[in-house]
């Protein structure tokens, strides 16, 4: 993915996501967005979108941001990391990814990661590794 052609768009209530997206910004500096501060006019730059945020009882406010945005977005090679206490691959992983529009769905890669809720959980930058790996690769 080119540096200069793509952001990161993150929701944080707890921090994780928001710690994960200093990370990656850090790593390959791509500029960052809050998504409740950023216009999608301001993304209409970028070619490709890395959209995070925290999982909320299966729900996710990225999700959101990507229904209420999508005609202006689905052009955009997009990355969604889903940031959650429960693990990869468990039940509610599997609703949270379930809830998201088969239209958006298809169109995007959806990554899952270990987030944090006070003092449960923990989250480490190798849990981005993965996700550095396959954003080098485009």
Known sequence: MNKSKTAIVYNSVYGSTKKYAE???????????????VKPEELAVYTSLIVMSGVYGAKMPAVRFLKN????????KIILIAVGMAPEGNWWDKLTHFLIPQSIKKRIKYFKIQGKYKEQGEIKKEHLDRIIKYILKQ
């Not at 990370?23 to 501060?37: C, G, P, Q, R, S």
């Not at 005609?71 to 955009?76: F, M, Q, R, V």
């Open 23 to 37: 990370w990656l910004h850090n790593e390959l500096k791509y500029i960052v967005f809050e998504i409740d501060k």
């Open 69 to 76: 945005n999508w005609d202006k977005l689905k052009e955009k």
